[in-house]
């Protein structure tokens, strides 16, 4: 039998939780409110009015220990960080190894890199960075932080001896080198290579508008086959860089058949 290729959340984590339904941060893309409209569990606008799942806490670290994602719906903010730190404590006293998503506030990472500082090793933060570019990340994430406030977690996360890594998927222009520059001195761990999934669909769920579909598709246009290759001929000897499904799918590289295997 064919072993099934391994995509999205289980390239990187065993397991995902999370504590809240939606988030402020309204990405255009973003998966997890496509997924919650399309199942009819939220409209697009409730999605972006975050609700915490009071319930899911005590159920935070149950379960024997592996590597768990979180968040993997919604993002860390002020309005959150205390039933997230909960969260937290709980996967980590367990013995899991935790792998900490976001789009970052500073305040917020600030706020967990002070509070786990025995746990280092079991924890890898993993920032999003999409574009250099504020206009760009202001189309696509309208509310969430600026790129200097997410090199700036970055950076604070690296200097307090945390493993840190970045996620630049979906990417939002075409200036990826610039993202790698930027953020390489501050990785300990890795790059993450990734393209825009699902965009049509998932633009449509979420309720945008013509211009971004119009935006989307211009964007994966210029992203094409001969794009990508050149992208990884000028990286594939960097150890730290990864790549996505999106981008192994187009190159024909092997992909993960277990979960978590490329954490």
């Given at each position: 039998?064919?072993?099934?290729?391994?995509?999205?959340?289980r390239?990187?984590?065993?397991?995902?939780?999370?504590?809240c339904?939606?988030c402020?941060?309204?990405?255009?893309?973003?998966?997890?409110?496509?997924?919650?409209?399309?199942?009819?569990?939220i409209?697009?606008?409730?999605?972006?009015?975050?609700?915490i799942?009071?319930?899911?806490l005590?159920?935070?670290?149950?379960?024997?220990?592996?590597?768990?994602?979180?968040?993997s719906?919604?993002?860390?903010n002020?309005?959150?960080?205390?039933?997230?730190?909960g969260?937290?404590d709980?996967?980590?006293?367990?013995g899991?190894?935790?792998?900490?998503?976001?789009k970052?506030n500073?305040?917020?990472?600030?706020?967990?890199?002070?509070?786990?500082?025995?746990?280092?090793?079991?924890?890898?933060?993993?920032?999003?960075?999409?574009?250099?570019?504020?206009?760009?990340?202001?189309?696509?994430?309208?509310?969430?932080?600026?790129?200097?406030?997410?090199l700036?977690?970055?950076?604070l996360?690296?200097?307090?001896?945390?493993?840190?890594?970045?996620?630049?998927?979906?990417?939002?222009?075409?200036?990826?080198?610039?993202?790698?520059?930027?953020?390489?001195?501050?990785?300990?761990?890795?790059?993450?290579?990734?393209?825009?999934?699902?965009a049509?669909?998932?633009?449509?769920?979420?309720?945008?508008?013509?211009?971004?579909?119009?935006?989307?598709?211009?964007?994966?246009?210029?992203?094409?086959?001969?794009?990508?290759?050149?992208l990884?001929?000028?990286y594939k000897?960097?150890?730290?860089?990864?790549?996505?499904d999106?981008?192994?799918?187009?190159?024909?590289?092997?992909?993960?058949?277990?979960?978590?295997?490329?954490?």
């Amino acid at each position: 039998m064919r072993k099934q290729n391994i995509t999205g959340t289980r390239e990187w984590a065993c397991k995902t939780f999370n504590i809240c339904l939606g988030c402020p941060h309204g990405c255009l893309y973003c998966w997890a409110c496509s997924n919650a409209v399309r199942f009819g569990r939220i409209s697009p606008e409730g999605w972006r009015k975050q609700r915490i799942l009071c319930d899911n806490l005590p159920r935070a670290g149950k379960g024997k220990p592996t590597k768990i994602m979180f968040p993997s719906t919604h993002d860390i903010n002020l309005e959150n960080l205390g039933f997230c730190l909960g969260a937290l404590d709980k996967m980590l006293n367990r013995g899991h190894f935790v792998l900490v998503v976001s789009k970052p506030n500073v305040d917020c990472i600030h706020a967990i890199c002070k509070r786990y500082t025995k746990f280092k090793e079991k924890m890898l933060f993993r920032f999003t960075i999409g574009s250099l570019d504020n206009n760009i990340l202001k189309f696509w994430e309208p509310n969430a932080p600026s790129v200097e406030e997410r090199l700036l977690s970055l950076e604070l996360a690296h200097n307090m001896g945390y493993k840190t890594s970045i996620s630049c998927e979906p990417m939002l222009d075409c200036d990826v080198g610039k993202v790698i520059s930027a953020t390489l001195p501050f990785v300990s761990d890795s790059i993450w290579i990734g393209q825009m999934n699902q965009a049509k669909q998932r633009l449509k769920l979420n309720g945008a508008g013509q211009e971004a579909l119009q935006k989307a598709d211009e964007l994966l246009k210029a992203q094409n086959l001969d794009f990508i290759k050149d992208l990884y001929d000028q990286y594939k000897d960097n150890s730290k860089i990864k790549w996505k499904d999106s981008i192994k799918k187009m190159l024909d590289l092997d992909r993960p058949t277990k979960p978590g295997m490329d954490v």
